[in-house]
């Protein structure tokens, strides 16, 4: 299975602090994007990452990849009240002729307290 | 900044009975994906569309399922006879450049009772 898997499964913080959250898979990949998801919301894009990239940022997001350990980290700078989601990781397959599907960890149930 | 839209946000039927979920993908996109979330589990891929055909689906998607884009705009999502374990979120999502990001819909909530 190429599935991306993220830990923590839950994590609570305080407004204003850093929420890290590790997402790890098992093939060789295209890009790695992480997206956001609101309780009983659609998902929605937050960055993506490519195979040849080593960290990104966009605001308040910084993404790291390693594909040596084949691992992608998602850092939320200065947290607020607004970022409580669930945070998946989504890989593809670098395959050739390959899947063009993205395959969803279990994601990262963020609480930010006020 | 252009959506896909999902009809109808909640669906409610009878097991056995046949459900179309319905779907408006963004205008020039090219790939198009169900996926579904049981509550509180993992976002599942079921099928990915392409060209007017199905590029790749999933162990999920078993004869009961089919999708179809009848108009070159919707994109639909039929269950021939509903099983109490398709009880689901369903999302559509398409794409404009092959492993680029998914625009997904809001969902469609099926409860199969």
């Known amino acids: 299975s190429q599935q991306g898997e993220e830990d923590p499964q839950a994590l609570s913080i305080q407004e204003g602090e850093n929420a890290t959250m590790n997402c790890s898979y098992k093939t060789s990949i295209n890009n790695l994007q992480w997206y956001r998801q609101n309780s009983g919301r659609g998902l929605v894009h937050l960055i993506l990452i490519r195979s040849n990239e080593r960290e990104k940022h966009s605001g308040r997001l910084r993404v790291t990849l390693d594909t040596s350990k084949k691992s992608s980290s998602l850092l939320i700078t200065a947290s607020r009240a607004a970022d409580t989601a669930s945070y998946f990781c989504?890989?593809?397959?670098?395959?050739?002729?390959?899947?063009?599907?993205?395959?969803f960890g279990k994601g990262t149930k963020l609480t930010v307290n006020p | 900044e252009p959506e896909v839209t999902q009809t109808p946000s909640h669906q409610v039927t009878q097991m056995g009975q046949e459900v179309i979920l319905r779907c408006v993908p963004i205008s020039n996109h090219l790939y198009f994906y169900w996926y579904r979330q049981i509550l509180g589990q993992k976002v599942e891929f079921l099928v990915s569309f392409y060209n007017n055909e199905i590029s790749e689906k999933s162990e999920i998607f078993d004869d009961q399922f089919s999708v179809e884009r009848p108009d070159g705009s919707n994109f639909t999502l039929k269950i021939r006879s509903t099983k109490l374990e398709d009880s689901a979120m369903y999302f559509c999502?398409?794409?404009?450049?092959?492993?680029?990001?998914?625009?997904f819909g809001s969902g469609t909530q099926l409860s199969v009772l």
């Open positions: 989504a890989t593809d397959a670098a395959t050739q002729g390959g899947s063009e599907k993205l395959v």
């Open positions: 999502a398409s794409q404009e450049i092959r492993n680029e990001k998914l625009f």
